[in-house]
């Protein structure tokens, strides 16, 4: 009889723009082929549970459309033409391009641009070695994080918060703003527990009944944009009622009283008539958690989708300190560990000859910024060359026609470093193939979670494809800087002197051992029982919006952001939101797709098959009043374009809401034109970002 080939396991982290950065055990079948991923069991957060998405990972590393060879544009740009080029040649094409863009604009006329295709700190921040080197355009983050970490930190004063393996020893799991289902799994994985073995109760609040949603005891649809309301409804009953810890208050917050006054008017029946919600599920959440000490507040990256984001995140992190939750195990709240880790990326990032006159360009507003708008260039020259990196800007980023617009500029040479032909490299001039996460080295930190995690390579890549390191160094090579510090270097090099700069010794052999470093802070700390992280110690009711010095503050020279001046003194509901009218009498949201990850894994047929095609859901009173069956393709629109859709009936969504779960790739679309279409780059006060959920769409139906 054959007998199976022995398999060996490697230990590796998942890449993906995700906060729960799963340890990971992968079957390496042989030099170049895995076979299954499945989360560590050893490691405490992963507890051996991963997404489904991730444990089919052999279907996108192995698949039959994966790039393999650098490929030059021939004919127009999107047209589809491409002839192979050699690795030397196309880096040399990409230094003359830059060479020449900068002799005739300067500097600033390039543009690397790069996100979180991988979250490795040293495939991800490399490229701003090079930026910094050659001193080229700076590019502000306000794709996703700006307006949850705004509202967190006003209040806090620091991104960390109570342990996230503490859900299991809640008895209480509040899940708000996070699909948590498809997007953050281990979330689940730690609330099911505390649910089983203590019987916490599961509290859901969201803008649509998701798969999260249908998990909860209590789950909570609002209306989009208004989740402030319900936080000041909460904490009107705390005051009302006694609920609220006075002690906890006294010592902890600043200003109590004048957060009492302000709620006074901040009644359940205010608030439903701005949410949605029951007067009935307000008092129902108010008195489970007035009763409950150990209430946990996993607040997720929604709040960093709508223009309100950063007022709703603060005033719903306002809750656990009137109730005083903070003060127990398994109770308080938690966004990002970001803070906790004490990893220093500077060798990584170049920082150390960044040009502070250097502009900055606001990644969202790359259609702006690309078809010459003066303030998105910050006064600068065009953009007329870029390297792009684990992004895909011509499919995630709002104002769609405008960013593909730009990209179809003749004078604009386009370098995408990329895995799969995506809508971004299609309208490049020069595609270059990268590894995937198990065919290099790197190192992740975990948001969602504790530990730094290694990720080493397990496996080779395709002989003609390159890691985005080899793609800095090459170029720094051709262009002069590769004699600056942190150039030369391999990843282990820079994985290691990180981590031993963060005082882990054995750098990163002990890491590789070791897999892992749990980072998580004492619990006092933790908790903030030593004191928020501001000087007087206190939780800030009362933020200062404008001098707050957060981790996403613009640079000086891009300013604040948004109408600051409408930001609320106290927690509050904000009028930011782009608001239905009677022009456009929907509010769409775009959320995730649990198959997908971004547009990652909008390309793997396991993906595909499961979510089907891109759709529209309606709520069946809305579909009843505008005369439309499920199946009819339908035309969503406002001033920024228009989509065409099938449509779904469902009372998954509310009345008013519209719900397209994505990102699918533009070309799955009718008119090959994308969700982010209709989606808008407005910047959100006080610090930026783009309001992906929060727009408002006419309907019709289509011809």
Same mark, same amino acid.
């Given at each position: 009889?054959? #007998? ?39 490691? =405490? ?31 127009? #740009? ?31 006329? *390039?543009?690397?641009?790069?996100? $979180? ?61 996070? @699909? ?13 527990? $505390? ?25 909570? #649809? ?22 609220? =810890? ?11 009283? /004048?957060?009492? $006054? ?52 603060? $005033? ?56 010459? =708008? ?17 992004? @895909? ?17 003749? &004078? ?10 995506? &809508? ?75 981590? #031993? ?41 009362? +933020? ?17 952001? /948004? ?21 456009? +009498? ?11 990850? @971004?547009? !990652? ?12 095609? +891109? ?43 519209? *719900? ?15 969700? @982010? ?7 959100? %006060? ?7 959920? &929060? ?5 019709? !139906?289509? %011809?």
């Amino acid at each position: 009889m054959n #007998k199976p080939l022995p398999v060996t396991i490697g230990h590796s982290a998942c890449p993906h723009d995700c906060p729960s950065t799963c340890a990971l055990d992968v079957e390496v079948l042989d030099s170049r082929t895995i076979g299954r991923v499945r989360g560590a069991a050893a490691n =405490d957060y992963t507890a051996g549970v991963i997404c489904a998405k991730v444990a089919r990972y052999a279907e996108r590393i192995h698949h039959k459309d994966r790039l393999l060879k650098p490929l030059q544009r021939v004919g127009a #740009k999107g047209e589809g033409g491409w002839r192979e080029i050699g690795w030397d040649d196309a880096l040399d094409l990409v230094a003359e391009e830059f060479i020449k863009a900068e002799a005739r604009h300067g500097s600033e006329t *390039v543009w690397p641009y790069q996100y $979180a295709g991988t979250m490795g700190l040293v495939q991800r921040d490399g490229i701003h070695r090079l930026r910094h080197a050659k001193r080229y355009s700076g590019q502000f983050d306000t794709i996703c994080t700006n307006m949850a970490w705004t509202g967190w930190f006003v209040g806090a004063g620091a991104m960390r918060g109570a342990d996230p393996r503490e859900m299991a020893k809640s008895d209480c799991v509040i899940i708000w703003g996070t @699909n948590a289902v498809a997007t953050q799994v281990n979330v689940m994985t730690h609330a099911a527990k $505390a649910r089983k073995e203590r019987g916490a109760k599961i509290v859901v609040i969201d803008v649509y009944d998701n798969a999260t949603m249908k998990q909860a005891d209590l789950a909570l #649809k609002l209306r989009p944009g208004t989740d402030g309301a319900l936080a000041c409804a909460l904490m009107h009953i705390a005051f009302r009622d006694g609920t609220a =810890d006075r002690d906890y208050l006294a010592r902890f917050t600043d200003d109590p009283a /004048g957060l009492e $006054a302000h709620l006074a008017t901040r009644t359940p029946q205010w608030a439903a008539a701005i949410t949605g919600l029951g007067v009935e599920e307000i008092e129902a959440f108010a008195a489970l958690i007035g009763r409950t000490q150990r209430s946990y507040f996993r607040l997720g990256y929604g709040f960093t989708r709508q223009r309100n984001g950063a007022v709703a995140m603060h $005033a719903a992190m306002s809750i656990p300190a009137v109730y005083g939750h903070w003060q127990y195990e398994g109770g308080g709240a938690f966004h990002s560990n970001s803070d906790i880790f004490g990893l220093d990326k500077s060798e990584i990032m170049g920082t150390a000859y960044r040009d502070p006159a250097i502009r900055f360009i606001d990644q969202c507003r790359i259609g702006a910024a690309l078809t010459g =708008d003066a303030e998105a260039l910050s006064g600068g020259p065009p953009v007329t060359a870029m390297l792009i990196q684990n992004t @895909n800007p011509a499919n995630v980023c709002p104002e769609q026609r405008l960013v593909r617009r730009g990209f179809a500029r003749d &004078d604009l040479f386009t370098c995408v470093h990329e895995q799969f032909m995506t &809508d971004t490299a299609k309208l490049a001039d020069l595609v270059l193939p990268a590894t995937m996460f198990l065919e290099h080295d790197d190192i992740y930190r975990g948001g969602g979670q504790n530990h730094i995690v290694l990720g080493p390579k397990l496996v080779e890549p395709p002989e003609t494809v390159r890691t985005n390191h080899f793609v800095f160094e090459e170029l720094a090579k051709r262009l002069g800087v590769a004699d600056r510090p942190g150039f030369g270097l391999s990843e282990r090099q820079l994985v290691d002197n990180m981590v #031993k700069a963060a005082g882990h010794t054995e750098g990163y052999d002990g890491l590789k051992r070791d897999r892992w470093i749990d980072c998580q802070p004492p619990f006092e700390e933790a908790h903030f029982l030593n004191g928020f992280a501001w000087p007087d110690g206190k939780f800030r009711f009362k +933020p200062d919006w404008i001098g707050a010095m957060a981790p996403n503050r613009p640079p000086d020279s891009l300013g604040l952001q /948004g109408p600051v001046a409408d930001l609320p003194a106290f927690p509050d509901h904000a009028e930011l939101i782009e608001a239905a009218d009677a022009s456009h +009498p929907y509010r769409l949201a775009t959320s995730p797709a649990r198959q997908f990850l @971004n547009s !990652t894994f909008a390309e793997t047929t396991g993906s595909r098959s499961r979510e089907g095609a +891109p759709e529209l859901m309606i709520h069946p009173e809305d579909a009843a009043r505008e005369g439309l069956v499920a199946g009819d393709i339908v035309t969503i629109g406002n001033e920024r374009g228009e989509v065409r859709l099938a449509l779904t009936i469902t009372e998954t969504v509310k009345p008013g809401v519209l *719900v397209h779960e994505g990102i699918w790739a533009n070309t799955d679309f009718l008119d090959e034109e994308g969700i @982010n279409t209709l989606t808008g780059a407005d910047p959100v %006060a006080p610090f930026g970002g783009a309001a992906f959920h &929060d727009n408002r769409v006419w309907l019709k !139906t289509s %011809a």
